[in-house]
């Protein structure tokens, strides 16, 4: 039964304030909602209990992103957009710009609030197993004053908060101390986007001299609130990590969960999930002494981030968003073998796009659109072909007038280490190939420029 907007009464004071003195005023009678998108399901539904609502949307006092020499605030009202966006947070918050892409789809990314989410205390809620794992604080206000308090112990049972009845939360505080660390974010379900977790972990760990120093592991679906690992940390810290401690750490993550059944997923199959991804962190903090550091950031920056960072190497967007989905790689051998297998599955058009990426053999300018780095890279492998005499130069423009007449692409090689004569004869002997034989040739020299170009991306 939908609810009837005549029970309502909806109010926007329009500033900080003035909400903090109406919510004093009638302590427990105001409901302050922001972007709304938790209410509005309610709403929907017929489910909605609270009566007054006091809309807080765009205040300047709680709509901003303040980054400090040792912290970040991130005000309550500050939505999944405004988070995914920031560039801090992207690059020494990766965990919650992760989780940020999660949330929902765009409208709700759009909408839906930091504060939001963490007052609706749902143990599902993507972003929460990072502030966790990332010790935030948060800043409460009320006309009394303000109160900082650690987000962990925020949430003492189902949808129950330490929040006061004349209360908001006024800011998320980040301390910004995480830049050695190993950073691990993976949400379980039906799918990434739209679709609330099955179980989601947030973890962050640091290994000196094969030792555990520290580590941080928050897990979100499988207890009434988010949880933090704690007993599962002790476990694992000051200890290498072999594969004993990490069966020892997945027993001790199952015992510390309290999963449940219900319609997206059962406790059993919770519990093997959650000691399946605490698993797979400590592997991957393993092999940490393996991963570049341009490796160990780009694994944990958002997929959209994370693929127009890798994009330049290949061109392919398609390869690009395949290969920010199979993250985490844990070293170089595996990320050159992924890339072989992406780039064999795509389709024709998609490899077009590749070819369309490059310059001609001879250019300074690539055919289509090129990022400045592929144009770099472009330009160095074709050092040979800049050095050569006129006449190789007029018959490589020649060469490519005719190969892209005839093939509809431009000519694609491998150009590192070879000279412009020798490029000059691949191209006319290619001349001779049909359609179906040159696209094929062409991927493949695409493949080992590929190649090329992720070794050199990985030395940064």
């Avoid at 949330?103 to 143990?123: L, Y």
């Avoid at 580590?215 to 000051?238: C, D, F, K, N």
């Avoid at 093997?272 to 991957?284: M, Q, R």
Wanted: glycine share 6%.
């Amino acid at each position: 039964m939908r609810s009837d907007p005549r029970d309502y009464e909806l109010v926007a004071p329009g500033s900080l304030q003035a909400v903090l003195a109406l919510l004093a005023r009638n302590p427990g009678e105001w409901l302050a909602i922001a972007g709304g998108t938790d209410v509005m399901v309610q709403y929907a539904a017929g489910k909605l209990p609270a009566r007054k609502l006091i809309s807080i949307w765009n205040l300047a006092e709680l709509r901003n992103i303040e980054v400090r020499a040792n912290e970040i605030r991130i005000g309550a009202a500050s939505t999944y957009t405004d988070i995914r966006e920031h560039e801090v947070i992207a690059r020494e918050f990766s965990m919650l710009a992760r989780a940020a892409h999660w949330t929902g789809g765009i409208a709700n990314q759009n909408r839906g609030t930091i504060g939001g989410n963490i007052v609706n205390a749902s143990p599902a809620a993507d972003s929460l197993p990072a502030l966790l794992a990332y010790d935030a604080e948060l800043i409460l206000v009320s006309v009394r004053g303000e109160r900082r308090l650690p987000y962990a112990g925020f949430h003492t049972d189902y949808k129950k908060t330490r929040l006061a009845p004349d209360e908001l939360i006024q800011a998320v505080c980040l301390s910004r101390r995480y830049s050695g660390y190993v950073c691990h974010a993976r949400k379980v379900g039906s799918r990434n986007a739209q679709a609330i977790a099955k179980v989601c972990i947030a973890a962050l760990g640091r290994v000196a001299s094969g030792t555990v120093e520290d580590v941080r592991i928050a897990l979100g679906s499988v207890a009434p609130v988010p949880l933090r690992l704690s007993e599962t940390e002790r476990v694992v810290t000051g200890k290498v990590i072999d594969e004993s401690l990490v069966s020892l750490a997945r027993k001790a993550a199952v015992a510390e969960i309290r999963p449940i059944d219900d319609i997206r997923s059962t406790a059993k199959y919770r519990a093997a999930v959650a000691g399946n991804l605490v698993a797979e962190f400590l592997n991957l903090l393993k092999d940490e002494k393996d991963v570049s550091n341009v490796l160990r950031r780009w694994n944990g920056v958002p997929i959209d981030d994370a693929a127009a960072q890798i994009l330049p190497c290949c061109g392919s967007r398609a390869w690009a968003r395949e290969m920010a989905t199979r993250r985490p790689f844990k070293d170089e051998a595996t990320l050159l073998a992924v890339s072989d297998e992406m780039w064999r599955n795509l389709i024709a058009s998609d490899w077009m796009e590749a070819f369309g990426s490059h310059p001609r053999i001879g250019a300074s300018s690539a055919h289509g659109s090129s990022a400045q780095q592929s144009a770099a890279w472009a330009m160095q492998e074709q050092k040979e072909v800049a050095d050569a005499g006129d006449a190789v130069k007029i018959a490589l423009a020649e060469g490519n007038r005719e190969y892209e007449q005839k093939f509809g692409h431009i000519f694609i090689v491998r150009a590192t280490g070879k000279s412009a004569e020798e490029i000059l004869q691949i191209l006319r002997r290619r001349l001779k190939n049909d359609a179906r034989a040159e696209l094929f040739e062409a991927a493949e020299q695409q493949r080992q420029i590929t190649q090329i170009r992720l070794r050199k991306w990985l030395q940064g």
